[in-house]
């Protein structure tokens, strides 16, 4: 390890905290340069976040997070920052990841809480604090399943199959931008919630690449997270108990039918990204983990693409050029009962 760089965190955790006589522990780290460590003084714990200057821009991590912060949302505090240095030192959210407590008696409250908690954040202005989720940007998410997973299939797709995915790939994306547009969290799902001692609302990590788009994004990456999977009809269920959270601005000329049908178009849009996502971190990363998930991403596509018509020909392309040699590769999903 960069001793020079121990002795730098020493110095200036000494110097914010007013003492020396603290624990230092460093956590297993994730796929940045980043790391984290939990610092211990008496009986208070904090988070280190050590990003090299040099490797990572912390900037907008600390912008993103004053902004949350100052608007009621629930992110850690920053307690001091040294953005020269790289060293964040933020309130510490503990362990409990939401994901390691659900399960078919507690979901339904802790959903609750978390939609109760998109609405709030949906409801700051974020124009001009955050990017646009645009059309270029919706469009090259969806090309990598042409980029990646396709060419991992050995599939090629004929002129009149590559129009076919271009048109589809527009409808999805015009659909996303139809809806109102709103902060975006982007990774709102169970394993960047989490579950703070003492307190009801749910600690949100992971914003950093927050933006402006539609107001069903965060919806479905929490209730069709591409790691943990519900019944159909409890997470239609689910859909309904924030759309009546929503504010009646959105619900303007959108009924509760419409707007099923922006979230599953939305739903499908991240599907189809993710599907790309996980063959280019395998391929291009080596990184292995997440082949395991394909085929539950791809069965929500099958599955919730069945009622729009205006899919069904890219799906009919799916289904017979694409499936049999997406499960000849990374298997099937059974359903469980």
Request: glycine residues 4%; contains cysteine; proline residues 4%.
């Amino acid at each position: 390890m960069n001793t020079q760089r121990e002795q730098l965190i020493q110095t200036w955790i000494t110097s914010v905290l007013g003492s020396d006589q603290f624990e230092t522990h460093f956590l297993a780290g994730d796929a940045s340069f980043r790391r984290y460590a939990r610092i211990k003084l008496n009986n208070k714990t904090f988070m280190l976040m050590d990003a090299p200057p040099e490797k990572e821009d912390c900037g907008p991590f600390v912008t993103i997070d004053e902004f949350f912060d100052a608007h009621g949302v629930r992110v850690p505090h920053i307690i001091a920052k040294d953005l020269q240095q790289g060293f964040l030192l933020l309130e510490d959210f503990g362990d409990v990841l939401l994901s390691t407590l659900l399960n078919e008696q507690t979901v339904d409250d802790y959903y609750a809480q978390s939609f109760k908690q998109l609405i709030q954040l949906q409801s700051i202005a974020g124009e001009g604090h955050f990017p646009d989720y645009s059309y270029e940007k919706l469009i090259s998410e969806m090309e990598l399943l042409t980029d990646w997973m396709l060419p991992s299939l050995q599939i090629q797709p004929t002129a009149e199959e590559s129009a076919l995915i271009k048109r589809t790939f527009a409808i999805l994306a015009n659909a996303a931008l139809a809806q109102p547009q709103v902060i975006v969290h982007r990774d709102f799902h169970s394993r960047n919630l989490m579950k703070i001692a003492g307190e009801t609302e749910l600690g949100v990590i992971d914003f950093q690449d927050a933006v402006i788009g539609a107001d069903t994004y965060d919806l479905i990456s929490i209730t069709r997270d591409a790691y943990v999977q519900w019944n159909a009809d409890r997470v239609y269920h689910w859909f309904k108990t924030f759309y009546d959270l929503l504010p009646e601005s959105a619900k303007q000329e959108r009924d509760f039918e419409q707007f099923k049908k922006d979230a599953d178009l939305m739903a499908i849009q991240r599907h189809i990204k993710i599907l790309g996502i996980f063959v280019r971190l395998f391929e291009r990363d080596g990184k292995s983990g997440y082949l395991k998930d394909l085929p539950r991403v791809m069965w929500y596509l099958l599955e919730e693409s069945q009622p729009y018509a205006e899919l069904q020909p890219f799906m009919q392309f799916i289904r017979e050029k694409v499936m049999p040699a997406f499960e000849a590769k990374y298997g099937r999903y059974e359903v469980a009962a």
